[in-house]
């Protein structure tokens, strides 16, 4: 089965409890810092939006926010999560948007589980779809790691990514000045976020 299906599937099947679980609480610095300095009612693409939580909170921060995710299952609970939201079933390596849409591009914990060949192509399509100064805030890999099929709360999931210093490589490749970068999470679980600019 190909990745893309693996985790097409494994979200759709783990949706409920995937949501029932998911915590911003560990994440507020990071978001709040990607929110303040975005323009008072802004446009937002949030991809891999996953059950809504993320763009439940862009929406009460007056934000625009438009999600894209593969998984119909969260695509159906982020309908009910994040009312107001313009939601889309879409593949993030191949957005259908206008050249500058948005001033704003999340993709948090989504680009792990593209293969990495395909990184590159995601990030040149955020690039295309912010307008110049728009910002990005990314969760990429910590370590370098070409496949892994394995397990998440119970079901096949698939990860790829790059280590630290190829993704801030990527990101600069791809037309972006990474403001920050660092290491974000539990011990043993963390992951690379970047917050950049598209110049």
């Given at each position: 089965?190909?990745?893309?299906?693996?985790?097409?599937?494994?979200?759709?099947?783990?949706?409920?409890?995937?949501?029932?679980?998911?915590?911003?609480?560990?994440?507020?610095?990071?978001?709040?810092?990607?929110?303040?300095?975005?323009?008072?009612?802004?446009?937002?693409?949030?991809?891999?939006?996953?059950?809504?939580?993320?763009?439940?909170?862009?929406?009460?921060?007056?934000?625009?926010?438009?999600?894209i995710d593969i998984s119909s299952g969260m695509l159906s609970l982020?309908?009910?999560?994040?009312?107001?939201?313009?939601?889309?079933?879409?593949?993030?390596?191949?957005?259908?948007?206008?050249?500058?849409?948005?001033?704003?591009?999340?993709?948090?914990?989504?680009?792990?589980?593209?293969?990495?060949?395909?990184?590159?192509?995601?990030?040149?399509?955020?690039?295309?779809?912010?307008?110049?100064?728009?910002?990005?805030?990314?969760?990429?890999?910590?370590?370098?790691?070409?496949?892994?099929?394995?397990?998440f709360l119970g079901i096949p999931m698939y990860w790829s990514h790059?280590?630290?210093?190829?993704?801030?490589?990527?990101?600069?490749?791809?037309?972006?000045?990474?403001?920050?970068?660092?290491?974000?999470?539990?011990?043993?679980?963390?992951h690379l976020w970047a917050f950049a600019m598209a110049t």
């Amino acid at each position: 089965m190909r990745p893309t299906e693996i985790v097409r599937r494994g979200y759709d099947a783990l949706a409920s409890k995937y949501h029932a679980q998911r915590n911003l609480v560990g994440h507020r610095r990071e978001l709040l810092d990607f929110m303040a300095r975005l323009p008072g009612g802004g446009r937002v693409l949030d991809a891999g939006c996953g059950s809504g939580k993320v763009a439940a909170s862009l929406l009460r921060r007056g934000l625009s926010v438009t999600g894209i995710d593969i998984s119909s299952g969260m695509l159906s609970l982020a309908s009910r999560v994040a009312v107001g939201a313009t939601l889309r079933r879409m593949d993030l390596r191949r957005m259908r948007f206008p050249r500058a849409s948005f001033d704003g591009v999340l993709c948090l914990y989504a680009l792990i589980h593209v293969p990495r060949r395909d990184h590159a192509r995601a990030l040149r399509g955020f690039r295309r779809v912010l307008r110049t100064g728009g910002l990005l805030l990314i969760v990429m890999g910590r370590d370098d790691l070409a496949h892994d099929f394995d397990e998440f709360l119970g079901i096949p999931m698939y990860w790829s990514h790059y280590d630290g210093e190829r993704n801030r490589e990527l990101l600069s490749e791809a037309g972006f000045s990474v403001l920050w970068s660092r290491n974000v999470g539990p011990r043993g679980d963390r992951h690379l976020w970047a917050f950049a600019m598209a110049t």
